[in-house]
């Protein structure tokens, strides 16, 4: 017998107007037990509901049944150790950027930084052209319908150098860095390699997160311009071959529009994905739980809360950046590379 599917009539017998009471007799009809069914004594307070006659479900008297209880506790306890993990975070950043006052060492450094900045290069550069070809496509139909079919030059530029090119760029590679990054510490945790460091009086923060922070500062950046460019390529390449827009009116329309305040935005926003993601992996794979599984989960939750700190930190930095050009130039006169 359930007590959700099946109807139930809940009775007591001093109390036939269905009061509160701690013990009720539930009669359970069902199809196949309607003249069989027994009555069964159950403690009110620990059911989930508790229906009247004509289906409506009653209160407890304002108190709570166990599994609502249940619920409510998980859900308290969840929000409890997102605030301890956003506080162990903070404290781990800290002390990692702390170590920046002194040099890592180049050893440790110089294959970081081909892991990073070398070997990242093909797909940035795949990534960033696909952007500007496709943004191409989709805005082209857009323009031609309006009669602006060579304005579309400043369209494509713009959204990927200020914002398609260091998001997208910053995406690909927290899924390319970042698990790495996070796989190979939380492996170098399991197998003891961390505390090995510490017994030899090695910080491990400045050893390992120190050089992978400052490879990603350093180099995202550079792979986002080349993101930028190749989408510029990309989109030019679509627009004059395939769509047959006249090359000088799309890159003098091009230049008119895209002003050095532009590149500078676009330059400025990876430098803090890179921290976010480099810090964001480091953190995960530094904690990561013992076993194969620990390290997976370690790998995928840098992937996961990289990705989500990116789209929090664009849209707090293009905020930021909007309202610093409009208090720095009220009447949008900035210097561009043409004529407008």
């Keep these: 017998m359930t007590l959700i599917r099946n109807p139930l009539f809940l009775t007591t017998p001093n109390d036939p107007h269905n009061h509160y009471n701690p013990y009720l007799l539930l009669h359970a009809f069902t199809p196949t037990a309607f003249f069989n069914a027994k009555p069964m004594l159950y403690r009110a307070d620990l059911l989930d509901t508790i229906v009247f006659r004509h289906g409506l479900p009653r209160l407890l008297g304002g108190r709570m049944s166990e599994a609502l209880r249940k619920e409510l506790r998980s859900a308290l306890n969840k929000v409890s150790q997102a605030f301890d993990g956003l506080g162990d975070f903070t404290i781990f950043s800290a002390l990692s950027l702390a170590t920046i006052f002194k040099k890592p060492s180049t050893g ?63 995406t690909m590679l927290a899924g390319r860095i970042g698990s790495s990054m996070a796989a190979e510490l939380a492996t170098m945790r399991v197998t003891e390699q961390v505390d090995a460091l510490i017994c030899l009086g090695v910080n491990p923060l400045h050893y390992l997160v120190l050089p992978r922070v400052l490879a990603c500062v350093l180099l995202i950046p550079i792979l986002t311009v080349l993101a930028n460019f190749m989408g510029v390529f990309g989109g030019s390449m679509v627009c004059t071959e395939i769509f047959k827009v006249d090359p000088y009116h799309y890159w003098q329309n091009s230049r008119g529009h895209i002003q050095i305040w532009d590149l500078s935005v676009g330059l400025i926003k990876p430098i803090f994905f890179g921290a976010a993601i480099a810090l964001i992996s480091c953190h995960r794979g530094m904690n990561s739980r013992a076993g194969a599984e620990g390290v997976g989960k370690a790998a995928t939750s840098a992937f996961v809360w990289s990705f989500m700190s990116i789209l929090v930190l664009d849209f707090f930095l293009a905020l930021f950046f909007n309202n610093l050009h409009q208090a720095i130039w009220p009447d949008n006169s900035i210097k561009t590379f043409g004529p407008k």
């Design 108 to 170: 440790t450094m110089i294959p970081i930084c081909f892991r990073v900045g070398v070997q990242s290069v093909p797909v940035v550069a795949i990534t960033g052209m696909f952007i500007g070809m496709v943004m191409a496509i989709q805005v082209f139909s857009q323009f031609q319908s309006l009669g602006m079919a060579t304005q579309i030059g400043q369209i494509i530029n713009v959204s990927v150098i200020k914002e398609l090119g260091p998001v997208l760029a910053a």
